[in-house]
């Protein structure tokens, strides 16, 4: 009779011979040719095959995949014999199968990290693991081998195909191209990450040298001797005693199939390889052709071959003088940017070739026309741009770009450009109910209620907010007006044109060279230093505030040679204890009171002269929402920021600076809006 323990036994053993592809040898060292009865816990989209095979993306845009060994692994970091216990090792075979063809989504990583809990992370460029506000912090005690197929400037990514190591930060400690070192031919083999071949990799820490090796051959070669990555690096205050290792993918406005066909991992030494023929077979790739049949007659007719070649002839004519029509300037580096790339081709016929009857409208930067993109009928609008060449046509297509990543329900999407000689097209949705300005100043479209202009503000605040601190940058729109504000279908305001705008890093200094912008909404420090900063967004959306509430665009012309400033008129009412009086008579004084005098204040305090005393966009938020209140304007020469010992001039910058312009009979200031065009 077997006794207990034995039954045990046989009962794992069974298992193993059944099951051979997942075996677990403890805690701290497992082997996986296919994931069928793993130990894997799956997020997202992640799913194991039928066959064993781990897939952790799908061809779905903007998607987060994930596969963590679930048991934690104990590095042991408190012990004394501390450099053993912090060496490891792991080997594990991926592909990533783009959707298209040379055009792949954001790539994976391997990872170990003290929880399996990534709910704040975002996908994209951050692969599920991070986000803006907590990469690079210490306490994340991450560790990560990125395969990257995107190239993204704010972590100094060398190219779109490469493998990094990052602790803490998708800002990696060191990346190398994708290379293999053959040991045969002693010759170096680049390699495409996205091609759909699978991989094997290896990497392995020795705690005793502080030493980080990893190593990357095709599937089918050898480990080479040399590795793609050797670093010096002390885990010791990276890895935590209780700790989480496995794989996270991400796909962007590109998308690709993440795979992971076998892994080994072991805590205290080497692990085990994987055999290729034991591992899980990939699906067959999307843009493989069935074989077609072959013909079993051939057929050679030599005046069928000279009718052919004199078609060929003619129809390759007929398309050189057709494809000259729709001729536009394609460069290498664009390639990169992927389905921003819009063709002209489609941009003439979705517009109906720019005609009179799609002009939506026209401004100091271009003309706009509503256009149906002919493939997915999709309604978008076209903005054509004269660029300036006096900055690079690479850095401004970089920032269109990245651009358009952002993501907010208060903004215009922009979705992507073209270019055709010196012309450049700017693809955003089309917003059916047109632009904010055409509601409070034209007699065209219905008057706006208070608590449609209301939420308004708010969605164009919070949408300053989330460029300001929110997205992976800082975005500088530098051109905030009732104009670039577009309503939806539910009339929900939306800030567009970022014809404008300009990226920078958080943290970084924000300068620009010159001044662009609209008059009226300039702040008065642009036109002394050329810097633009958040300071100078917030002065442009107090004058907007101001335009929604009363009615009345920030400078108008009268009768007399003065303008009318209004930034000063409402300063005016307001120390008249009559601030009321400025709101939109077209309202009827149907509006709540408090709401009305607290836009009106606000837009005076976003107006102030000193750059230092106006409100970031998020205390703009906590205004609006009710959770802070707004400061008392007080009557003296620190209420406002702009008034000096004896100096009565509230505003003297937005009064003076466009009063010497209001006299050139180059601009007329009361029918157009006059604009800056100098170079961004």
């Not at 290498?332 to 063709?343: A, L, M, T, V």
């Not at 903005?383 to 903004?411: C, P, T, W, Y």
């Not at 005393?613 to 209140?629: E, F, N």
């Amino acid at each position: 009779m077997t006794s207990a323990p034995g039954s045990v036994f046989f009962l794992i053993l069974l298992y193993a011979c059944l099951n051979p592809l997942a075996m677990a040898v403890d805690e701290n060292e497992f082997v996986y040719k296919g994931f069928n009865g793993s130990n894997i816990s799956l997020e997202g989209v992640a799913k194991i095959h039928s066959n064993g095979l781990l897939q952790l993306t799908n061809f779905s845009e903007h998607q987060i995949g994930r596969a963590f060994y679930k048991h934690p692994i104990r590095f042991n970091t408190s012990s004394s014999t501390l450099p053993q216990a912090l060496s490891f090792s792991t080997h594990f075979v991926f592909a990533i199968v783009p959707e298209k063809t040379k055009q792949s989504s954001d790539g994976m990583a391997f990872a170990i990290s003290p929880s399996m809990d990534f709910n704040q992370a975002i996908g994209n460029q951050y692969f599920g693991l991070l986000n803006s506000s907590n990469n690079g912090n210490p306490s994340n005690h991450l560790l990560a081998i990125e395969l990257d197929t995107q190239m993204n400037p704010e972590f100094n990514d060398i190219n779109d195909n490469h493998v990094g190591i990052d602790v803490n930060s998708l800002l990696s400690n060191v990346s190398a191209n994708v290379t293999y070192y053959s040991n045969r031919e002693r010759i170096n083999w680049s390699l495409e990450l996205a091609s759909g071949s699978p991989f094997h990799v290896w990497i392995e820490y020795d705690g005793f040298e502080n030493v980080l090796n990893v190593t990357l051959a095709p599937i089918k070669s050898p480990k080479p001797d040399q590795s793609l990555m050797s670093t010096r690096i002390n885990l010791s205050s990276i890895l935590s005693d209780s700790m989480y290792v496995g794989f996270s993918a991400a796909t962007g406005p590109l998308s690709a199939k993440h795979y992971i066909l076998g892994w080994s991992f072991n805590k205290s030494g080497k692990a085990q390889g994987l055999d290729i023929s034991e591992l899980p077979s990939l699906p067959p790739l999307p843009h493989q052709r069935k074989p077609r049949l072959k013909n079993v007659l051939e057929i050679t007719v030599s005046v069928t071959t000279v009718f052919l070649g004199l078609t060929i002839i003619i129809a390759g004519t007929f398309y050189m003088l057709r494809r000259k029509k729709y001729e536009e300037i394609r460069e290498d580096w664009e390639r990169e940017y992927g389905p921003h790339r819009f063709s002209y081709k489609d941009l003439f016929k979705a517009t109906r070739g720019f005609i009179n009857e799609e002009l939506l409208g026209a401004g100091g930067f271009g003309k706009v026309y509503r256009g149906v993109l002919p493939s997915s009928k999709e309604q978008v609008a076209v903005k054509k741009v004269s660029h300036d060449s006096k900055q690079g046509i690479k850095e401004f297509v970089a920032e269109i770009a990245s651009m358009g990543r952002l993501r907010h329900r208060n903004l215009v999407q922009l979705l992507g450009y073209s270019r055709r000689k010196g012309e450049l097209l700017l693809v955003y949705n089309y917003m059916p109910n047109g632009s904010l300005d055409k509601f409070l100043f034209s007699n065209e479209k219905p008057v706006l209620d208070w608590p449609q202009r209301y939420r308004i503000i708010k969605g164009v605040a919070s949408a300053l907010l989330y460029l300001h601190e929110e997205w992976d940058q800082v975005v500088l729109h530098r051109d905030v007006k009732a104009s670039n504000v577009l309503l939806d279908a539910d009339l929900n305001g939306r800030l567009g044109d970022f014809g404008l705008a300009r990226l920078y890093n958080h943290g970084a200094n924000l300068e620009t060279t010159s001044v662009v912008g609209t008059i009226g909404y300039l702040a008065p420090e642009l036109s002394r230093t050329g810097k633009a900063t958040t300071s100078t967004d917030v002065f442009s959306f107090g004058a907007f505030i101001l335009e929604v509430a009363c009615g009345r665009r920030p400078i108008q012309l009268q009768q007399s040679p003065n303008a009318v400033v209004l930034v000063d008129w409402v300063f005016e009412k307001w120390k008249e204890g009559a601030i009321l009086e400025t709101s939109d008579p077209r309202l009827g004084g149907d509006y709540l009171e408090e709401e009305m005098v607290l836009v009106l204040k606000l837009g005076l305090v976003c107006s102030k002269s000193d750059a230092a005393t106006r409100p970031s966009m998020r205390q703009v938020m906590q205004y609006l929402d009710g959770d802070v209140l707004l400061p008392e304007i007080i009557h003296d020469c620190t209420s406002i920021g702009t008034l000096g010992p004896g100096n009565e001039a509230s505003f003297e910058f937005v009064t003076s600076f466009p009063s010497s312009i209001v006299k050139s009979s180059a601009l007329s200031i009361s029918s157009t809006e006059s604009t800056l065009t100098s170079s961004r």
